[in-house]
């Protein structure tokens, strides 16, 4: 995709800005770092559980998605699953729902909805944890209200289970794998199903959790050589309850052919699972419309910030280079186009390393002031600023020709200012004279009564004479009251609407002077 797209550079350093330098709004990753975490433990520290959050993430993102009819369209991966009704249902006993959207609340924004945050969260524990690289579509809509009833329990028949993975879109060979591939990660907990596993009575797995097989906390075939070799202890194979064993009436429904091909190749395995579980996170309700895959970019400028002080523009931000780790002999530079047809040129300062996947991949950051790393370079607000490009080792990185467009007819201006208590304030915008800009307004975030959240625009009001700010831009202003959170700032420009990356609240104005 070319940047800037909001939604899906939000997905993207979701999905691939997990550890290191600006990963602090993409923090879903750190929940299963290390792969044995368990946040919800009663012991603190929380590693000796025998319950893991990864487990928790495929889980929940499997029991959102069961629900889906493909013949009527009706549920799927629409985090259905956050409503207290549907976690009461006996096919979601357990707690890993609750846990699961805990976290999801605090992580979801604008952006990034809480379907996709639950995709999110199920995939970068299967890839952090041993299992293969997912393919990843964003876009997920969140639901408004419960969905039917249909995830499968272990005590239904073959039959029942063979029609429910029908109904969800898998065909019966389908249904060994994703079955397989769900229970290579956790196990069954006694306290909530007393019936499948007793208390274990065992310091390493202190919420008595039988698992699936040896390996509980990583993905890996021994759910299927445990399987085939006789040697397994998983509770729905082996349990002592004949009714609940569905492990075993799946593995063994095609005279355990596809279970042996599982446990003589990894590979099979591995790339069998990540079709299938691709195809479980894009199982959405009709009418959702998901993203082409979004691949890393290569060169991905991040938090571009504009800000009007007076008679300079400040322009602040990052530029990731994907797959670069550290070199101090590497110089990048970047170039800017602007307004009078000439460029800006400016040398760039490493910034740090992230990395993702495991630590598979890894990302250089520069941050754009050639001597601070947090810094911003002064502009000339005439000059202006109208899309990037970068030099590495002399190479252009240009987007292939597009450049990185930059939207430099609004911003922030300094001159904002507050006073009093309770906070009243003035916002100030500088808008370039020569745009055709013809709505400015801030966006406040709200929330539906089903948490959903709501964007509602607040227009700041053309002013009836041109207050200038310099000889480029001019200022439009709003009086407020500080409503305590944070807001971005839109407009309508040439038809298209835009958001700026920073989001703005009264602690930073400054004191207003009358
Ligand atoms: C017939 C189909 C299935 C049945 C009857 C079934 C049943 C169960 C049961 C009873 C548990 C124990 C939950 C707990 O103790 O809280 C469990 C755990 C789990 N299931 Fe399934 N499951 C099925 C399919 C799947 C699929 C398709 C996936 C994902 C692809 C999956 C992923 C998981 C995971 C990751 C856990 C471990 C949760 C944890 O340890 O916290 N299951 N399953």
Not at 239 to 256: A, E, H, L, V
Request: hydrophobic share 40%; proline share 4%; glycine share 10%.
């Amino acid at each position: 995709y070319t940047w800037p797209s909001p939604q899906l550079d939000a997905l993207e350093a979701i999905r691939y800005d997990q550890v290191g330098f600006n990963t602090i709004d993409t923090t879903l990753s750190s929940f299963v770092q290390p792969c044995n975490l368990y946040l919800f433990d009663s012991v603190a520290g929380g590693l000796k559980s025998g319950r893991s959050d990864a487990a928790d993430w495929i889980r929940t993102a499997y029991h959102d998605m069961a629900t889906h009819n493909i013949s009527d369209g009706t549920g799927g991966l629409d985090a259905s699953i956050r409503f207290p009704e549907e976690q009461a249902r006996a096919e979601n006993t357990g707690n890993g729902f609750v846990n699961t959207a805990g976290i999801v609340f605090a992580v979801f924004d604008r952006y990034v909805s809480m379907a996709d945050s639950i995709a999110l969260g199920a995939l970068i524990a299967i890839e952090s944890c041993g299992g293969p690289e997912i393919a990843f579509r964003g876009g997920r809509i969140d639901a408004g209200e419960v969905n039917n009833p249909g995830v499968p329990m272990p005590q239904e028949s073959l039959l029942e289970h063979t029609q429910i993975f029908e109904r969800q879109g898998f065909t019966p060979t389908e249904m060994i794998g994703l079955v397989a591939c769900g229970h290579t990660f956790g196990g069954v907990q006694s306290s909530f199903f007393p019936d499948i596993a007793n208390p274990l009575n065992d310091a390493n797995d202190t919420e008595d959790v039988s698992h699936f097989d040896s390996t509980f906390v990583g993905f890996d075939n021994n759910i299927a050589g445990e399987y085939i070799s006789g040697t397994t202890q998983n509770p729905l194979v082996a349990g002592f309850n004949q009714t609940t064993n569905s492990d075993s009436r799946i593995f063994g429904s095609d005279g355990n052919r596809t279970m042996r091909a599982f446990a003589q190749s990894p590979e099979l395995f591995a790339a069998t699972c990540a079709d299938l579980y691709a195809r479980m996170l894009d199982t959405v309700p009709r009418g959702v419309v998901l993203s082409e895959v979004i691949e890393p970019l290569p060169v991905k400028p991040s938090k571009v910030i504009l800000t009007m002080n007076g008679d300079t523009l400040e322009l602040s931000g990052f530029v990731r280079f994907w797959g670069l780790g550290e070199n101090s002999t590497r110089t990048v530079n970047m170039l800017w186009e602007n307004h009078n047809g000439g460029t800006g040129n400016s040398s760039l300062v490493f910034a740090g390393v992230s990395s993702s996947t495991g630590g598979k991949y890894t990302a250089a950051w520069y941050g754009f002031n050639p001597s601070s790393t947090f810094g911003f370079l002064s502009l000339d607000p005439v000059a202006g600023v109208k899309s990037l490009s970068f030099l590495v080792d002399g190479t252009l990185e240009n987007q292939n020709g597009l450049g990185f467009a930059v939207q430099d007819s609004y911003m922030f201006s300094k001159t904002s200012c507050s006073s009093g208590a309770p906070l009243t304030g003035r916002l100030d915008v500088a808008v370039r004279n020569d745009a055709n800009l013809t709505r400015l307004y801030i966006e406040n975030k709200t929330f539906d009564s089903a948490n959903r959240i709501v964007i509602v625009e607040v227009d700041v009001p053309r002013p009836a004479a041109p207050v200038a700010i310099n000889s480029a831009y001019s200022l439009w202003s709003m009086n407020l009251t500080d409503q305590g959170v944070e807001f971005n700032l839109g407009a309508e420009i040439d038809g298209v609407k835009y958001s700026t990356a920073e989001a703005y609240d009264f602690e930073g104005f400054g004191t207003c002077s009358t």
